[in-house]
């Protein structure tokens, strides 16, 4: 894997993990950038992931992340490191352009692919719409786009990482948002399954000793 380590703040072991996916030149690598670094660069190596770690403040609170930023195509011979970074991830933010009819359809198959990946558990993810900026070649509609989320379970963004219009923070804050909930309920659920199975041995051995 083609992974490289930048460290845009120096951050610890990441509270949230998250991963970008989407269809080549949907604006992926632009939209991280412009998250990470307020700019925006018009070109990338397309070829290469990076991944980044970022604190923020998240409703008060600090979270530490890790973005990684995907290249490449979900199917054919990726498929295998595809899977390792469906696992690694807590949150998924899927990308298409509005000007891309091909990306926005892609969107439905990663999150099938997601489901798939994760089950029985369920994915946490956003869909953002970017390229706004390019109303002339704009061919998806925002009702579209909220529909599609609807149907997939997620939330929905609309923005341009030309414009840098701090729906991509929105977003990622939204992902983290989740992915802490979802935690805490998971870690509550396994505390008190834990207390019960502590219970369970306490009064399996209160009775022995009563009985013997
Ligand atoms: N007009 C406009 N162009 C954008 C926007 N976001 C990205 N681009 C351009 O779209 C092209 C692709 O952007 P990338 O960020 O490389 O896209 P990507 O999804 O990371 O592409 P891959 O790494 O090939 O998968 C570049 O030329 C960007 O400058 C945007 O919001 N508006």
């Known amino acids: 894997m083609n992974n490289h380590q930048r460290s845009a703040s120096g951050a610890k072991t990441p509270d949230v993990k998250l991963v970008v996916m989407g269809r080549m030149g949907v ?24 991944s980044y770690k970022h604190q923020t403040l998240v409703d008060d609170d600090v979270v530490s992340m890790e973005i990684l930023d995907t290249a490449g195509q979900l199917y054919g011979d990726n498929r295998r490191q595809w899977e390792g970074h469906v696992r690694w991830g807590d949150g998924f933010l899927l990308v298409y352009s509005v000007t891309d009819k091909q990306s926005f359809h892609d969107v439905g198959r990663m999150k099938e692919f997601l489901d798939e990946a994760k089950k029985p558990r369920n994915v946490t993810a956003v869909i953002l719409a970017n ?5 002339h070649e704009r061919c998806i509609s925002t009702d ?9 379970s997620c939330g929905y963004f609309e923005g341009s990482a030309l414009l840098g219009d701090g729906v991509i923070s929105e977003a990622i804050e939204e992902l983290c948002r989740e992915v802490r909930r979802r935690k805490m309920m998971e870690n509550r659920t396994r505390r008190r399954s834990s207390s019960q199975m502590a219970k369970q ?7 022995k000793i009563y009985n013997s």
Do not use: C, H, N
Not at 27 to 39: C, E, F
Not at 131 to 135: A, G, Q
Not at 201 to 207: K, Q
């Open 27 to 50: 604006g992926k690598s632009a939209l991280v950038v412009r998250y990470l670094t307020r700019r925006f660069i018009w070109e990338y190596d397309p070829t290469l992931e990076f």
């Open 131 to 135: 390229k706004m900026d390019l109303k």
């Open 144 to 152: 579209e786009g909220e529909k599609l989320a609807q149907e997939l």
């Open 201 to 207: 041995v306490f009064s399996r051995v209160l009775t």
